[in-house]
């Protein structure tokens, strides 16, 4: 065989051909320490052309989660929309449901709230799913605990125990959530009752997991379609994510 005296850019170009195909002859050792000098010395030479590959490699990475979360999103349509243990709000037949993870002691979700009480006022044929995912420690676990039991017992006014909760001063725990819902009517002990219903418990730990298989680490974040969209959004941003699955349909 020929001795290689390659450009260090045909080098290059040789040893990414030679990734793509399979070489008639195997190169012995003395030609394989040949190219890996050649290439060697090139991106010593270009080391700009690392910041390239690590970009590459950063994009494929992020395209092959994005397709392993909508994977999960499209396998998992029944316990992300059809939860029984998840409050509704919105209209309950809507064409668009959006899923909205939070945690009373957000204050992102808590803004947040403003933008999902305008969509349901203007568009009639939107509906929320709240998933109960409380991640900002013991308070938050039990006010949400309350949340579920109040939902269970009071479907019908959970919309109003979720809005007077959020707008609670101070930080939301078990007490504050008996309070509201006390004021909305509710039997002390047939919540608490119900309260210690393991099922309820079990309703969170489920969400837990569904947050960890999609990526989920803070609140508010939704689900729109087969996209996860975290953060605080907006009532304009939240609109047109609706818009686009709207028109997808």
Do not use: W
Request: aromatic letters at 6%; charged letters at 25%; one cysteine or more.
């Amino acid at each position: 065989m020929k001795p290689l005296h390659f450009s260090y850019r045909a080098g290059l170009a040789f040893l990414g051909a030679a990734t793509l195909i399979t070489p008639a002859v195997a190169f012995d050792e003395n030609e394989k320490q040949e190219i890996g000098e050649i290439v060697r010395e090139y991106l010593l030479a270009n080391p700009e052309l690392l910041g390239e590959v690590q970009e590459v490699l950063e994009e494929r990475a992020a395209a092959e989660e994005e397709l392993a979360r909508v994977a999960i999103i499209q396998s998992a349509q029944d316990q992300l929309l059809r939860d029984p243990a998840d409050p509704v709000l919105g209209n309950p037949d809507g064409d668009v449901t959006v899923v909205e993870f939070f945690d009373y002691n957000c204050g992102f979700c808590r803004r947040a709230m403003a933008d999902m009480q305008t969509i349901i006022e203007s568009d009639a044929n939107v509906r929320f799913v709240l998933k109960e995912f409380p991640i900002l420690g013991p308070e938050s676990i039990a006010a949400h605990q309350v949340a579920l039991a109040f939902n269970k017992l009071m479907p019908e006014k959970y919309g109003e125990f979720h809005i007077q909760l959020m707008e609670f001063e101070g930080r939301a725990d078990e007490g504050s959530a008996i309070e509201v819902a006390l004021g909305l009517g509710i039997d002390e002990a047939r919540l608490r009752e119900t309260m210690a219903d393991p099922t309820l418990s079990n309703s969170v730990q489920s969400t837990y997991e569904l947050a960890e298989g999609l990526g989920i680490g803070g609140t508010p974040s939704y689900v729109i379609g087969d996209s996860l969209v975290p953060g605080a959004l907006g009532v304009d941003e939240l609109r047109a994510r609706i818009a686009e699955v709207r028109a997808a349909n």
